[in-house]
Nanobody
Framework: QVQLVESGGGLVQPGGSLRLSCAAS????????LGWFRQAPGKEREGVSY????????YYADSVKGRFTISRDNAKNTLYLQMNSLKPEDTAVYYC?????????????????????WGQGTQVTVSS
């Protein structure tokens, strides 16, 4: 049974930092492209960041560039999202997601339908 379990969310003041983790079981993260998404109340789920399985290339939403860093530890089968300089508009439920790498197949990294597996989400609240 595949499971992705996020942790590390919480309440933080503006300008603060959090590190989210996504621990995987039932699959080998090395075989998957990985993404972080978020969803604020009343809004659609949006892509935040992505890391490729094949070459480790990364992408970020414009709203988080320079503040967030995605990384993966294949030995621990865990995905991370380091979030610095947090803003109130970063408040959302954050989800990790996995998309099986298919050789020669390009995916639209910020589209939720590209991902087969999802975590349950972790709440991030940025407020003073």
């Amino acid at each position: 049974q595949v499971q992705l379990v996020e942790s590390g969310g919480g309440l933080v003041q503006p300008g603060g930092s959090l590190r989210l983790s996504c621990a995987a079981s039932g699959l080998t993260l090395d075989d998957y492209h990985l993404g972080w998404f978020r969803q604020a109340p009343g809004k659609e789920r949006e892509g935040v960041s992505y890391i490729s399985s094949s070459d480790g290339s990364t992408y970020y939403a414009d709203s988080v560039k320079g503040r967030f860093t995605i990384s993966r530890d294949n030995a621990k089968n865990t995905l991370y999202l380091q979030m610095n300089s947090l803003k109130p508009e970063d408040t959302a439920v954050y989800y990790c997601a996995a998309s099986l790498e298919r050789v020669g197949v390009w995916i639209a990294w910020d589209r939720p339908y590209e991902y087969e597996y999802w975590g349950q989400g972790t709440q991030v609240t940025v407020s003073s």
